[in-house]
């Protein structure tokens, strides 16, 4: 999760070699990152936010990010691309 928060949101690459400890710190202390609105969808940047909600109680179910847009909008793509998009 990590490499994949460091390539996708450029405010994080610049810890790329920081100790756990950094990291802890920085998630728990400074608001969860955000896409850079020109790079990525408004439903993918949409479905991240909903996915990095630090308060449990306000972030999105596992039942409702399967029915976000973003997920909505590969319904009837081969499951293969929609890995891909993933991985």
């Known amino acids: ?3 994949t928060l460091r390539f996708t949101l450029p405010c994080l ?3 790329a070699g920081a100790a756990v400890v950094v990291w ?3 998630i728990v202390e400074r608001p969860p990152p955000e896409l850079v609105a020109d790079k990525y969808s408004a439903e993918f940047r949409s479905f991240v936010a909903a996915c990095m909600q630090k308060e449990p109680k306000k972030r999105a179910t596992t039942t409702e ?3 976000h847009p973003f997920i ?3 319904e009837h ?3 293969t691309i929609v890995a891909e ?3």
Do not use: Y
Request: proline residues 5%; charged residues 20%; hydrophobic residues 45%.
């Open 1 to 3: 999760m990590v490499t």
């Open 13 to 15: 690459s610049h810890m």
């Open 24 to 26: 802890q710190d920085h």
């Open 65 to 67: 990010l399967m029915t």
């Open 72 to 74: 909505q909008m590969w």
């Open 77 to 79: 793509e081969p499951d």
């Open 85 to 87: 998009l993933v991985k």
